[in-house]
């Protein structure tokens, strides 16, 4: 197992931006697949975004054209760049990361809260 830590959320205003991070233990995270997912109160776990290891994306179509995942394998860390964050980007945001299909941890999450 990887252990996974999220830092970023916050409150930020409709239209705002924030920038998740999440730093990963060992030596083979350039070997993961790296998700976003986020879960709002009363709903399913959803696929926000996706980069595998050799740096393919993919997005939910909620979200296309506003959040950018990258990852940074020197400092096993994962990003997840969102602006233009609308109040439905509300949730407990969670990393994750997958080795040949398999998942091999999750992080703990981090809130956020798009409100004015």
């Known amino acids: 197992q990887v252990q996974l830590v999220e830092s970023g959320g916050g409150l930020v205003q409709p239209g705002g931006s924030l920038r998740l991070s999440c730093a990963a233990s060992g030596s083979r995270f350039r070997l993961y697949a790296m998700g976003w997912y986020r879960q709002a109160p009363g709903k399913q776990r959803e696929l926000v975004a996706q980069?595998?290891?050799?740096?393919?994306?993919n997005y939910a179509d909620s979200v296309k054209g506003r959040f950018t995942i990258s990852r940074d394998n020197a400092k096993n860390t994962v990003y997840l760049q969102m602006n233009s964050l609308k109040p439905e980007d509300t949730a407990v945001y969670y990393c994750?990361?997958?080795?040949?299909?398999?998942?091999?941890?999750w992080g703990q999450g981090t809130q956020v809260t798009v409100s004015s």
């Open positions: 980069i595998t290891s050799g740096g393919s994306t």
């Open positions: 994750n990361a997958q080795e040949k299909w398999v998942s091999r941890g």
